[in-house]
């Protein structure tokens, strides 16, 4: 390693007093400690020119150029152990449930489809009607009624007018809107551009496409930023009424997995440290983005290696672990709850969150 420039690497003069380079170490050691995302062989330099600039005799030794510059040890990229590697020849499966056999799939048959916003409907509108007729019925077929009762009748008839009104104009704005959301969205119900590797990415996304897009209200969208970020941090998301799921897939160890109170994630009973996710906060992210939208994370799991991989659902943090099966069957099922209607303004936001669209050329084909 070249010789390192203690001053520069300090960031402070020549002539600095000792009160300022302890101030500069502070302030470096913040971001370059380890713990921080610096790397240790990085933070024992600078704590080695921290030591010696501190210290007068060794800074003036120093500047004389009398004494030997320590070449810093540099830490030995740790091997990664051959249990974490991929299979090279080997391929996870996806979801291969037959349709039947979920307990949601009905109503991707037997529901007509939806719109965009819930209208009102002609059943108030027609009872407000009828209420009004037969109102002014009694009005109609006498005239000599009590001065008392004839005005009770008249606000009856008033009231029910007004009734009918504002469920007419509630029913033509709720249509305009529902036009509008139709004309900026069309029939689309998958958004965004879906990556094909590693292989998790593949089958996580015709997983999304070939079930849960299925219910009348889902909406899919591949590559999502989270909120105050330009990067596409979620890899996976679907939108059903007022519930968001957010999915990242990961080709990790056969074995069991769950994930704690406290996010920790586990294997076999012991911590893991085979992989990390990004779900605990994109999570928490979206769900102060869209305060009434039901948020959770699916880290949706495949094996690397042939052997069994099971997961415990318990969520941590609004984050759980699942294999496909298990996510089509429970995910399908929550969001079914809430799948006739789409909300404009919540697709709308979520929409605004996709990094990348298909190009024309690629969409038209």
């Not at 991929?86 to 307990?103: H, I, K, Y």
């Not at 889902?218 to 890899?235: C, K, T, Y």
């Not at 007022?242 to 911590?271: F, Q």
């Not at 759980?320 to 099966?325: C, L």
Request: charged share 25%.
């Amino acid at each position: 390693m070249a010789e390192v420039d203690y001053y520069e690497l300090l960031g402070v003069r020549r002539d600095a007093s000792a009160g300022e380079i302890k101030s500069a170490y502070r302030a470096l050691a913040k971001v370059m400690h380890p713990d921080a995302g610096g790397t240790a062989g990085t933070f024992r330099l600078l704590k080695t020119a921290y030591e010696t600039l501190a210290d007068s005799r060794k800074r003036a030794e120093y500047d004389r150029g009398d004494r030997e510059r320590p070449t810093p040890e540099v830490p030995k990229p740790r091997a990664r152990r051959r249990m974490y590697r991929d299979e090279p020849v080997f391929t996870p499966r996806g979801c291969d449930l037959p349709p039947a056999s979920l307990s949601w799939w009905h109503l991707t048959k037997h529901q007509p489809r939806i719109g965009y916003v819930r209208t009102p409907g002609h059943a108030p509108a027609a009872a407000a009607l009828i209420g009004t007729a037969l109102l002014t019925i009694p009005l109609l077929l006498s005239g000599d009624l009590p001065t008392a009762v004839l005005v009770c009748w008249l606000a009856l008839v008033v009231t029910a007018l007004g009734a009918m009104i504002r469920l007419l104009r509630s029913y033509l704005s709720a249509a305009r809107a529902n036009r509008s959301a139709l004309a900026e969205f069309g029939e689309r119900t998958v958004f965004g551009v879906a990556d094909d590797e590693p292989v998790g990415e593949r089958l996580t996304s015709e997983m999304l496409v070939n079930y849960l897009a299925r219910l009348p209200g889902a909406r899919v969208f591949h590559g999502l930023s989270r909120p105050g970020s330009v990067f596409a941090d979620i890899e996976h998301a679907v939108l059903c009424g007022h519930r968001l799921v957010l999915v990242e897939s990961k080709l990790w160890l056969p074995g069991h997995y769950e994930i704690d109170d406290d996010g920790s994630l586990w294997r076999n009973g012991h911590a893991f440290r085979g992989g990390t996710t990004n779900l605990f906060h994109a999570v928490a992210a979206f769900q102060d983005h869209l305060p009434d939208v039901d948020v959770r994370g699916v880290l949706l799991l495949y094996p690397n290696r042939r052997g069994p991989l099971t997961a415990d659902d318990a969520p941590g943090l609004g984050v759980s672990a699942m294999v496909p099966d298990q996510f089509v069957q429970d995910i399908g099922d929550w969001l079914s709850v809430d799948c006739a209607l789409v909300d404009q303004r919540i697709l709308r936001k979520v929409r605004a969150r996709v990094v990348r669209e298909p190009d024309a050329a690629s969409a038209s084909a």
